[in-house]
Nanobody
Framework: HVQLAESGGGLAQTGGSLRLSCAASGTVSQINTMAWYRQAPGDQRELVANVTGGGNENYARSVKGRFTISRDNAENRLSLQMNSLKPEDTNIYYC??????????????????WGKGTLVAVSS
């Protein structure tokens, strides 16, 4: 079993910065894609940014140029540096990881894991 624990959320002013971190613990096998999502009450969860096992990054248009995602494969950690924050960035941010396991027959299968979320609030 794997747990993802987010940290670093809090309150920031418009134009300010915050850095989110996510640590994976437990029986961590091969991690494929890691990502940050965000969701406001009543809204659908949306992708903020992801990074593949090969290091390819992808960002939502609303955060491109302001947010930077990074991962430490040795430590099984994911980070999100958020700069030039806007009130519309206020949300609960969730860490996501896609892990690859192998059956007894050697067949790969994927399991998705989510953190419990951390609140980011940006005041105007």
């Amino acid at each position: 079993h794997v747990q993802l624990a987010e940290s670093g959320g809090g309150l920031a002013q418009t134009g300010g910065s915050l850095r989110l971190s996510c640590a994976a613990s437990g029986t961590v096998s091969q991690i494929n894609t890691m990502a940050w999502y965000r969701q406001a009450p009543g809204d659908q969860r949306e992708l903020v940014a992801n990074v593949t096992g090969g290091g390819n990054e992808n960002y939502a248009r609303s955060v491109k140029g302001r947010f930077t995602i990074s991962r430490d494969n040795a430590e099984n950690r994911l980070s999100l540096q958020m700069n030039s924050l806007k009130p519309e960035d206020t949300n609960i941010y969730y860490c996501y990881a896609d892990l690859i396991y192998y059956s007894d027959y050697g067949n790969p299968y994927a399991v998705d894991y989510w953190g419990k979320g951390t609140l980011v609030a940006v005041s105007s």
